[in-house]
């Protein structure tokens, strides 16, 4: 969970069976609200990470590590700016979610990930608010 923020998406992910969750932001207060949220919720084992996933390093956290899923609920800048950084974090088999974007940048994510190999296979709006699935 990339840019987890308060870590919705990463304790939703293990409450619905996922084996291992890891999670990321770059700001220190969602690192804390993270945790709180974790003891709120009686849970543990999701690793959290407090790193930029603009920057390089950013996967000197991850150890090598291939996941099965990925979900990126960040703006549409982070997103095209870290594309190579979430393709190196996936499996070759598996799915990308974005969100965090207007549906006016979707024509612009979507090009983005094809270059990569993936297509988007499904699409989901609320207002003007999108998350968008991609596999290879």
Known sequence: DIGCG???LSILAQMKGAKYVMATDYD??????????MKLNKLRGID??????????F??????KKFDFLLA???RNIILNSINQFISL????????TSGYHSI???IIK??????????????????????????
């Not at 996967?59 to 090598?64: H, Q, S, T």
């Open 90 to 97: 996936i499996k070759s088999n598996g799915t990308i979610i």
């Open 59 to 64: 996967l000197n956290n991850f150890y090598g």
């Open 111 to 136: 090009r983005a990930f094809q270059k990569h190999g993936y297509k988007m296979t499904e699409s989901r709006k609320m207002n003007e608010w999108v998350a968008n699935r991609f596999d290879k």
């Open 28 to 37: 220190q207060l969602c690192e804390l609200s993270f945790k709180e949220n």
């Open 48 to 57: 959290f990470y407090l790193g930029d996933v603009t920057k390089h390093q």
């Open 6 to 8: 308060t870590g919705i």
């Open 105 to 107: 940048d979707i024509p």
């Open 73 to 75: 609920n960040i703006n």
